[in-house]
């Protein structure tokens, strides 16, 4: 009989021990945490979206801003320069083009009426030519640099091929960090030594009144050492 009440008890021990051992894991099911999985009822696509907004977590070091582990506006700006950016500034250049062509077709070329006269005036010194292709010839670089970046995979990339474009674009990304601040210098200097000429006066608006003389033939309106254009 002993024995017999001894394994009862032994059994309803058994029992309420299993039971306290469960007891934790349904808690933190019904609380959302999943044994062996940090994330619980928050999926990846949660944690990425508190990440992706710029949320800052907590860290030891005095930085804040290395609480931060991505920095949403880069990744805005990528957004747009991959979307919009990209579809307008292609319909832009297009139009441009198709603008100067037709422009080109109706007036043609634009020549001297009564020929060259054979004589040489010096409009511009060396420093004055140093500091326009100076700032030219990095602007050209910059302009045919930054297409490929936003274009080139759409254009040159099936053209040339992979390794072709990696460097082509590798080496552009280069002179289009660096020759900026040769654009720069250009500019700078240009404002510096042409500001003087570029100020606004009559002669001006009866430029922009009559086109520039672009826009028929035999008109030739006054103009100072730069015109309105």
Not at 77 to 82: E, P
Request: aromatic share 12%; charged share 15%.
């Amino acid at each position: 009989m002993y024995s017999r009440i001894l394994a009862a008890f032994a059994v309803i021990v058994t029992l309420f021990s299993g039971m306290a051992l469960l007891a934790p894991v349904a808690i933190a099911q019904q609380s959302g945490e999943v044994p062996g999985q940090a994330l619980g009822i928050n999926s990846d696509a949660d944690l990425w979206r508190f990440v992706r907004t710029g949320n800052a977590g907590s860290v030891s070091m005095k930085n804040e801003l290395g609480a931060v582990m991505i920095q949403s506006e880069g990744d805005n700006w990528r957004a747009v320069r991959n979307g919009p950016l990209s579809t307008i500034g292609a319909f832009g250049l297009f139009i441009m083009l198709f603008l100067l062509t037709m422009f080109y077709m109706v007036r043609g070329k634009i020549r001297i009426e009564k020929g060259a006269s054979g004589k040489t005036i010096l409009r511009f010194g060396g420093i004055d030519r140093f500091a326009h292709w100076l700032m030219a010839g990095s602007f050209v670089v910059l302009g045919l640099t930054g297409l490929n970046l936003l274009y080139g995979r759409y254009l040159v990339l099936p053209i040339v091929g992979p390794e072709a474009f990696s460097a082509i674009t590798t080496g552009g990304k280069y002179a289009h960090n660096y020759l900026a601040f040769a654009f720069m210098v250009g500019l700078g200097l240009s404002f510096l030594l042409w500001v003087r000429h570029n100020i606004p006066s009559k002669i001006d608006l009866q430029w922009l009144r009559m086109g520039g003389g672009i826009l028929k033939k035999g008109v030739h309106p006054p103009a100072k050492k730069f015109n309105a254009g």
